[in-house]
């Protein structure tokens, strides 16, 4: 259930019982920094960048109480600040965003030969999705409120030493996208963060956060909070720092496809429709098959539609936990939907932490559209003329 804390770019205001709790010092420098020094793989030290005159007024009087706005312009610190009260959450976070800004550096300078992609810069020789896991392990340990955490590379669950209670456990896929790493093309980091020490037996809607790190031209934090509308973009600058550049909150209607997965089309003929009613209607395709850079167009370009359907030949590969989910967070929080065929991924409960699922991710029209073409009708639908491929 969203919330009592309300934390926009344009507009309006957080509650005075909430704004009271938040100021931009929540998150001190020495705060920051002892999450950069927590391992020499973390490459050099973020210099601190003193609050530039572009920063907006983080707080401001009104006539009755202090208020508490996020802005465009907001450092990660300041934004987390705001938005949240939870402070472990936001070391989580923060923490979280040092290993995608070494991660980055990482995917740039690494030498790649074949389809492997090696660091080799340092004492250890890893290929950078080793490397990706590796700090990411370590900042969650480093964060001390993480109990557990698995990645896709390591489908277990680690303790990492943070507690239970007033901790979080968080699943990640480090380095999505590795089949395309070699090519230059942009890859990312997705995890998801759930509280207390559960994995499984939850579904995506029990996340308190969920994030990804994206490695293109330019290297972007996108998050979505729980507690606050919007999924939320961050790019980061020369210095190191996390700039906030960009809110979603909605993700209207646009003719923009990535279609996941195509082989599937074979023996799965209504997903062949559903492609050809794309064609047919002109449709402008966008797909590099790494799925953070194909998703995260939706959320930029506030429209579009991803599909990656299976058929009986061709599996569902997308894993619930590290990426459906997480990803599922991110488009629902900007505005957007998801579905399995069914229902929202973001309702469907994560048996094993190996589970698999098929997903469509974009506006609500594409989501009905999706879900008649595949299976006859829809649940987001309320009256109103059929929009799917057959209609
Ligand atoms: P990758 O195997 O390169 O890591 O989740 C894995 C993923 O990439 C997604 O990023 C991408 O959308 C999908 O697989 C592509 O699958 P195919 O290679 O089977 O087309």
């Given at each position: 259930m969203?919330?009592?804390?309300?934390?926009?770019?344009?507009?309006?205001?957080?509650?005075?019982?909430?704004?009271?709790?938040?100021?931009?010092?929540?998150?001190?420098?020495?705060?920051?920094?002892?999450?950069?020094?927590?391992?020499?793989?973390?490459?050099?030290?973020?210099?601190?960048?003193?609050?530039?005159?572009?920063?907006?007024?983080?707080?401001?009087?009104?006539?009755?109480?202090?208020?508490?706005?996020?802005?465009?312009?907001?450092?990660?610190?300041?934004?987390?600040?705001?938005?949240?009260?939870?402070?472990?959450?936001?070391?989580?976070?923060?923490?979280?965003?040092?290993?995608?800004?070494?991660?980055?550096?990482?995917?740039?300078?690494?030498?790649?030969?074949?389809?492997?992609?090696?660091?080799?810069?340092?004492?250890?020789?890893?290929?950078?999705?080793?490397?990706?896991?590796?700090?990411?392990?370590?900042?969650?340990?480093?964060?001390?409120?993480?109990?557990?955490?698995?990645?896709?590379?390591?489908?277990?669950?680690?303790?990492?030493?943070?507690?239970?209670?007033?901790?979080f456990s968080?699943a990640?896929?480090?380095?999505?996208?590795?089949?395309?790493?070699?090519?230059?093309?942009?890859?990312?980091?997705?995890?998801g963060v759930w509280p207390g020490?559960k994995l499984t037996g939850v579904t995506g809607r029990d996340q308190v956060a969920a994030?990804?790190?994206?490695?293109?031209?330019?290297?972007?934090?996108?998050?979505?909070?729980k507690?606050?509308?919007?999924?939320?973009?961050?790019?980061?600058?020369?210095?190191?720092?996390?700039?906030?550049?960009?809110?979603?909150?909605?993700?209207?209607?646009?003719?923009?496809?990535?279609?996941?997965?195509?082989?599937?089309?074979?023996?799965?003929?209504?997903?062949?429709?559903?492609?050809?009613?794309?064609?047919?209607?002109?449709?402008?395709?966008?797909?590099?098959?790494?799925?953070?850079?194909?998703?995260?167009?939706?959320?930029?370009?506030?429209?579009?539609?991803?599909?990656?359907?299976?058929?009986?030949?061709?599996?569902?590969?997308?894993?619930?936990l590290?990426?459906?989910a997480p990803?599922g967070f991110?488009?629902?929080?900007?505005?957007?939907?998801?579905?399995?065929?069914?229902?929202?991924?973001l309702d469907k409960v994560i048996?094993?932490?190996?589970?698999?699922?098929?997903?469509?991710?974009?506006?609500?029209?594409?989501?009905?559209?999706?879900?008649?073409?595949?299976?006859?009708?829809?649940?987001?639908?309320?009256?109103?003329?059929?929009?799917?491929?057959?209609?």
């Amino acid at each position: 259930m969203e919330a009592t804390v309300t934390c926009y770019s344009r507009g309006a205001f957080l509650p005075a019982s909430v704004s009271s709790m938040h100021s931009t010092s929540m998150v001190s420098p020495s705060f920051t920094s002892r999450c950069l020094k927590s391992s020499s793989l973390f490459g050099e030290s973020l210099r601190l960048v003193s609050k530039s005159s572009s920063v907006k007024a983080s707080r401001a009087n009104n006539s009755s109480s202090s208020v508490t706005k996020c802005e465009i312009g907001d450092s990660l610190e300041e934004f987390l600040s705001k938005a949240t009260p939870d402070k472990g959450l936001i070391r989580l976070l923060i923490c979280m965003g040092e290993a995608l800004r070494t991660i980055s550096f990482k995917v740039r300078t690494a030498s790649c030969g074949g389809t492997a992609c090696v660091n080799s810069f340092g004492d250890e020789q890893l290929a950078v999705d080793v490397l990706a896991d590796k700090l990411l392990f370590e900042a969650l340990q480093y964060s001390h409120f993480c109990k557990y955490a698995c990645s896709e590379e390591v489908p277990e669950l680690q303790d990492m030493g943070g507690p239970v209670e007033g901790g979080f456990s968080v699943a990640f896929d480090p380095l999505d996208g590795s089949s395309i790493v070699d090519t230059n093309f942009t890859v990312g980091t997705i995890f998801g963060v759930w509280p207390g020490d559960k994995l499984t037996g939850v579904t995506g809607r029990d996340q308190v956060a969920a994030a990804m790190g994206i490695y293109g031209p330019r290297t972007t934090y996108v998050l979505a909070l729980k507690d606050i509308p919007g999924t939320h973009e961050f790019l980061l600058l020369d210095e190191g720092k996390w700039l906030h550049v960009k809110d979603t909150t909605l993700i209207g209607e646009g003719k923009m496809f990535s279609p996941g997965n195509l082989r599937a089309t074979f023996d799965n003929t209504d997903y062949g429709k559903l492609i050809e009613y794309y064609v047919k209607e002109k449709y402008t395709l966008r797909y590099t098959g790494g799925m953070v850079p194909d998703v995260n167009q939706i959320i930029v370009k506030e429209k579009g539609v991803f599909t990656n359907v299976a058929s009986p030949s061709a599996k569902a590969k997308l894993r619930l936990l590290f990426e459906v989910a997480p990803l599922g967070f991110l488009i629902e929080k900007a505005g957007g939907h998801s579905s399995d065929g069914y229902k929202s991924v973001l309702d469907k409960v994560i048996n094993n932490l190996d589970d698999r699922t098929q997903v469509a991710y974009g506006s609500k029209n594409e989501i009905i559209r999706f879900e008649e073409t595949l299976y006859g009708s829809s649940r987001l639908k309320a009256g109103g003329v059929p929009v799917g491929a057959a209609a």
